[in-house]
């Protein structure tokens, strides 16, 4: 990554825990935080469609920020989700306008003693207002359209004066749709405290712009070249507005892992399934691998760091600042200040201008702490893995010289497409949700209890590139959080570095595309609200944010440098000290 996405990504995370913890504030609801720019309660997502509070926190000033938290909290406060969902048109315009005008009368119900907020959200839909027309997506009829429905709603609502800059430019449109939407338009003003009584009155303008439009895209098709550019110009106006169900954004550059909801998890009563753990296992990785080729793989793995020119002494004192405590370690005696040394009193009648008649209590940094490095050993990892390997030696590495416990660990399968599992379940007919179908294979790299020096030669085989095959992310995140649940350490730390959505063939075509996901997705709430390990995920290439709360991107073809470095101590640092 480079400084400048180092520092875009830095504010974006800074900017979303100040808003999340805005809306906590006003809603009382306290599971609620941001996950790759996307307001979650828990585990559900929370998305914003009102399209004047669909902003990027990478990119927009604090201030919106500050208006779209504020607008969330209100949606919070003072809207049935059911109830809007229940009535929510299918068409992505009216759905569009429906959840404008929702979004709107929310906005209207600011407490009288609330006004840093009324005044947010009022500047924010002005700013809005003015880029909206600015940018030209009003010089066609649609646009124009939508955008006097929004200035005529907010007007009504808030009983105040339409847009001063755009109100000789919309006032044609506006009387032409004075007799059709007259009488909604009085009832949206009159049932704003009354969500029920509102929605019938904002369906009907809802399907009135809908209507108009398609008319109009009807008249357009008559020429069909003339068509075509018309429709070209309102999809690329409302592209963005229209886009409610986008899985992700690219982060920083970075595209983001893509996910959904299991139909194969979410009918199935029982959960996850295994449908048989008897081939899987947990093996010492270098046992994999032979002594020679062992050897060259370390060798190889120290001249890759060395040409890095890696600071680890830097890295270590980060790590100590970061993650170290002050613990007790004794007395230091001869000082200038601190208790009263009665033992040194008559110095100071031998000697009144001695000074170093005080001792103090001695203290230096312990980091208590233990950190696992889980690795996703699936076959698109291969190519990516020697600077991987140097990354996880080198943290390694300065966590020993800090004193801090460490193990490094990897999760693939036994064999490609199922293996004796997914035999198994073909020769007893294929029964209904079967769950995962593959052998899992778990590797210990390196143990907590073992030390860099003892264990450098292990962790080498990391380059065995046959030991990359599948990868089932959520039974690894459970084996590895269960492992450090054994160390007697009192932080205990997880960074999981992975490519991609879990991905294993005979699971996925057997269930769903979404089957190892929800039950990752599930493995990380319950771990999240036992509150015993602290989880980050590390991205190869790739925004993990849809999975992990705390997660980092990263660029692995590019050298190892001390700002990656730097962005993995803040994350590590980011979770509050236990």
């Keep these: 990554m480079s400084n400048l996405a180092q ?23 306290p599971d609620l935080h941001f996950r790759g720019k996307v307001l979650y309660q828990g585990e559900r997502s929370l998305p914003m469609h009102a399209p004047h509070h669909r902003i990027d926190t990478a990119t927009a000033s604090f201030t919106d920020c500050r208006a779209a938290a504020d607008g969330m909290a209100l949606r919070l406060m003072y809207s049935n989700a059911k109830l809007h969902q229940m009535h929510c048109p299918q068409k992505p315009i009216a759905r569009l306008v429906f959840e404008l005008l929702e979004q709107l009368r929310v906005e209207a119900l600011v407490p ?17 207002s003015q880029d909206f027309h600015r940018s030209g997506h009003t010089e066609n009829s649609s646009g124009i359209l939508l955008y006097t429905v929004a200035q005529m709603c907010w007007s009504r609502l808030n009983a105040c004066q339409v ?17 059709s939407m007259g009488a909604s338009l009085s009832g949206l003003r009159r049932t704003r405290h009354q969500q029920a009584a509102f929605i019938p009155h904002a369906l009907a303008i809802a399907e009135l712009v809908d209507g108009i439009i398609e008319a109009q895209r009807a008249e357009q098709d ?11 110009d309102a999809q690329s106006s409302f592209a963005l507005l229209l886009d409610f169900d986008q899985d992700g954004d690219d982060s920083d550059g ?63 004192r980060q790590l100590t600042a970061t993650l170290a405590r002050p613990q007790s370690d004794g007395w230091s005696y001869g000082e200038e200040e601190g208790r009263i040394d009665g033992r040194r009193l008559a110095q100071l009648v031998s000697s009144p201008t ?25 076959g698109s990892m291969r190519h990516q893995i020697e600077p991987i390997a140097m990354l996880a030696d080198c943290l390694i590495r300065a966590l020993d010289m800090i004193g801090a416990s460490s193990e490094l660990l990897g999760f693939t399968t036994n064999t490609w497409n199922g293996g004796k599992p997914h035999k198994e379940w073909m020769r007893q007919g294929r029964p209904p949700y079967p769950g995962r179908l593959n052998e899992t294979c778990h590797l210990v790299f390196k143990e907590a209890n073992c030390g860099w020096r003892r264990s450098r030669r292990d962790i080498a085989a990391l380059l065995k590139g046959d030991l990359f095959r599948e990868g089932v992310d959520g039974e690894a995140l459970d084996w590895a959080c269960n492992r450090l649940l054994t160390c007697s350490e009192n932080r205990k730390i997880l960074i999981v570095i992975s490519d991609g959505s879990p991905a294993d063939s005979a699971t996925n075509l057997t269930n769903d595309a979404y089957y190892l996901d929800n039950h990752l997705k599930e493995v990380l ?40 470095f730097d962005e993995i101590v803040r994350l590590i640092g980011h979770q509050k000290r236990r």
């Design 354 to 378: 001695e000074r170093r008649l005080f001792y103090q209590e001695r203290q230096r940094p312990v980091a208590d702490c233990v950190v696992s490095i889980l690795i996703d050993c699936s």
């Design 254 to 316: 970075f595209a983001t892992a893509r996910s959904g909801a299991s139909r194969a998890y979410g009918e199935n009563q029982q959960g996850y399934q295994v449908y048989s753990n008897a081939y899987d296992r947990e093996v010492k990785a270098s046992n994999l691998v032979r002594a020679a080729q062992l050897e060259e793989y370390r060798e190889r793995l120290d001249k890759g760091i060395s040409e890095q020119g890696i600071n680890i002494q830097r890295l270590a």
């Design 525 to 564: 709430a319950r771990r999240e609200r036992q509150n015993e390990v602290d989880i980050f995920g590390l991205g190869v290439g790739l925004d993990l944010s849809p999975f992990y709360r705390h997660c980092l991107a990263t660029d692995m073809s590019q050298a190892l440098d001390s700002h990656l």
């Design 112 to 128: 009288a003693h609330l006004t840093g907020i009324a005044t947010n959200v009022e500047e924010r839909f002005v700013r809005w």
């Design 222 to 232: 008559a020429d069909e070249d003339q068509g075509q550019d018309q429709d070209q």
């Design 163 to 179: 847009l001063e800059e755009t109100e000789d430019f919309i006032e044609s449109t506006r009387f032409s749709l004075a007799s």
């Design 7 to 29: 520092q875009q990504a830095r504010r974006q995370q800074r900017v979303e825990e100040l808003c999340a913890a805005s809306i906590r504030a006003l809603s009382g609801k």
